[in-house]
């Protein structure tokens, strides 16, 4: 696993990627809980079943912001993360199948390289993309 933290605040994590060869416990939480976004691992063994459930509203606070996951699903992907002010390049990093990119804090860009499948997550609501996101000028 991949943490990259802030240049601005050491202890701000910013970006995690996951390498699908490193699904490998039953259960890993990858995304420290004080998040909006939440990712766990599981490496599951033929015929594991969880107790049925479903999922409650929570109270919150109202001021969020969207955090991100990619889970490459075919080709690859170049990924550039930028610090929480947006204007720092802070990595550059290639993904590829089974592999997941997770933005909590900061900017970022996404390069495909050939033919490309991904599945994207993000917190909302969406409320369009002017209230969603600042465009970052290289």
């Excluded at 993360?81 to 390049?89: A, F, K, L, M, Q």
């Excluded at 993904?95 to 900061?106: A, H």
């Excluded at 499948?117 to 969406?126: D, I, Q, S």
Aim: proline share 4%; aromatic share 10%.
């Amino acid at each position: 696993m991949i943490k990259i933290y802030s240049n601005y605040d050491v202890d701000k994590l910013c970006h995690i990627i996951i390498k699908k060869d490193e699904i490998n416990q039953k259960r890993k939480d990858i995304i420290p809980e004080e998040n909006f976004l939440q990712l766990s691992t599981l490496n599951l063994q033929d015929g594991t079943t969880f107790k049925p459930h479903r999922h409650i509203w929570k109270e919150g606070e109202k001021k969020v912001i969207a955090q991100e996951s990619w889970v490459v699903i075919e080709g690859y992907v170049d990924v550039t993360y930028y610090d929480e002010e947006g204007s720092t390049p802070i990595g550059n990093y290639r993904i590829g199948p089974g592999d997941c990119s997770i933005t909590l804090l900061g900017g970022h860009t996404y390069k495909a390289i050939g033919e490309v499948k991904v599945y994207e997550f993000k917190t909302g609501p969406y409320k369009g993309q002017k209230l969603d996101k600042r465009f970052i000028d290289d």
